[in-house]
T-cell receptor, first 111, second 116 residues
């Protein structure tokens, strides 16, 4: 059974702080890793993808991947109230394969 | 780029009727489309994977005769909920990927189904 584990939260941070979201996965064959953001009542939105060990930065978001530890994280710098959402970690063994999602971490950014 | 639409966004139907939900990739050719269901405060549940021109692959526990999936073209997939019952009320979301998007899946806005 392939599993993706996330802390369910809620994770609460003050505005302007760094939010750190973590994810571990069980399938060592996983090749692709994604972070989706889902606002309440809406569908998921892809915010980051990462395929190689190390860091990948996009604006205020940084994804970190460590395949040896089977660990992927998302850092959100200068957190804003609009970042308040559920963040879903997803992994895949390759192209056009189904994603395995974690249950999501609810992030609340307090003004 | 990578826009996926769904229609309708909301639908209310009577128990025993069938409902069709359309999922379209607007600016790319979707070689693979996925259908998910999400109940309130729960995680996404994958229902099936469909490749253009072939039969859908259903996840364990999903009734293929109740949830009919057709992926007739590279830009359109449909999910038909047959003989809907109140317990089928949920948020149905499709996603799509392409040969060029590789592993990335792009989600449609979802369809909220209420069966009365």
């Amino acid at each position: 059974q392939k599993e993706v584990e996330q802390n369910s939260g809620p994770l609460s941070v003050p505005e302007g702080a760094i939010a750190s979201l973590n994810c571990t996965y069980s399938d060592r064959g996983s090749q692709s890793f994604f972070w989706y953001r889902q606002y309440s009542g809406k569908s998921p939105e892809l915010i980051m993808s990462i395929y190689s060990n190390g860091d990948k930065e996009d604006g205020r978001f940084t994804a970190q991947l460590n395949k040896a530890s089977q660990y992927v994280s998302l850092l959100i710098r200068d957190s804003q109230p609009s970042d308040s959402a559920t963040y879903l970690c997803a992994v895949s063994p390759g192209s056009n394969y189904k994603l395995t999602f974690g249950k999501g971490t609810l992030l609340t950014v307090n003004p | 780029g990578a826009v996926v639409s769904q229609h309708p966004s909301r639908v209310i139907c009577k128990s025993g009727t069938s409902v069709k939900i359309e999922c379209r990739s607007l600016d790319f050719q979707a070689t693979t489309m996925f259908w998910y269901r999400q109940f309130p405060k729960q995680s996404l549940m994958l229902m099936a994977t469909s490749n253009e021109g072939s039969k859908a692959t259903y996840e364990q526990g999903v009734e293929k005769d109740k949830f009919l999936i057709n992926h007739a073209s590279l830009t359109l997939s449909t999910l038909t909920v047959t003989s809907a019952h109140p317990e089928d009320s949920s948020f149905y979301i499709c996603s799509a990927s392409s040969r060029t998007s590789g592993d990335e899946q792009y989600f449609g806005p979802g369809t909220r189904l209420t069966v009365t």
